[in-house]
């Protein structure tokens, strides 16, 4: 992605950077000139602490869509700096190892994971979501045929634990698997750890996601 070492100042107050095609080897070093950017989507092949301190940098970003195109080591930690814009955080990687911090993302209100079918550590899930205090919708995007493999199943199930625990205070965030609502998300009783119940959901259309999308683009 060469491009954009010939990119001109007069390019610098972009508030959109859009990459669908090809990758970057990390996150580009110019986003810390890029201060007004309120939409990245980007794929990158590495993902590293500096990478997320470019991302956080970022004061106005309002939507990111992240690509990894790579299978992580470690967990991605999403801490308490920055992001502090940030509300809408979109993921695609082929493990999802993701954790969230007390405090992160406070204005965060939909995430989305879209993750494949690989082997996996067990402990390689995502945890923290039940710290995003404004989450209002969490979506899960893989393929179908592989609802049964392992990792696909302990990813799934992780996420509904978090969602379950979201759901022990005030703040209900639906869960969508692959476009449907799932209705059999239950509170989690943390003294007992037994269910208390949850509000049944209704069927959604992939569609609402990419225009939800579209229109944070837009804001």
């Known amino acids: 992605m060469d491009f954009l070492d010939s990119l001109s100042r007069s390019y610098w107050v972009l508030k959109k950077f859009k990459v669908t095609l090809g990758r970057f080897a990390c996150v580009p070093q110019l986003f810390h000139e890029f201060t007004g950017l309120s939409f990245v989507q980007i794929t990158v092949c590495k993902l590293d602490a500096h990478d997320l301190k470019i ?16 299978i992580p080591k470690q967990a991605i930690v999403i801490n308490n700096e920055g992001f502090r814009a940030l509300q809408r955080f979109s993921i695609y ?22 993750f494949h079918a690989c082997p996996t550590n067990p402990v390689s899930v995502p945890m923290g979501i039940s710290n995003l205090c404004n989450l209002a919708k969490v979506a899960l995007w893989y393929n179908v045929r592989y609802a049964n493999n392992s990792s696909i199943k302990r990813t799934v199930e992780a996420v509904k634990e978090e969602a379950a625990k ?4 005030m703040q209900m965030p639906s869960l969508f698997i692959n476009g449907i609502e ?14 208390t119940g949850a509000p049944s959901g209704t069927c959604a259309r992939a569609e609402d996601d990419v225009q939800d999308v579209k229109e944070t683009a837009k804001a």
């Open 93 to 114: 990687c082929p493990v999802p190892w993701l954790t969230v911090d007390t405090e992160a993302m406070p204005k965060l209100t939909y995430l989305q994971l879209e």
């Open 166 to 169: 979201c759901r022990n205070t």
């Open 55 to 70: 991302l956080r940098g970022l004061g106005v970003l309002k939507c990111l869509v992240l690509g990894l195109d790579f």
């Open 182 to 195: 799932q209705d059999d998300v239950e509170a989690v009783d943390e003294e007992t750890g037994s269910a």
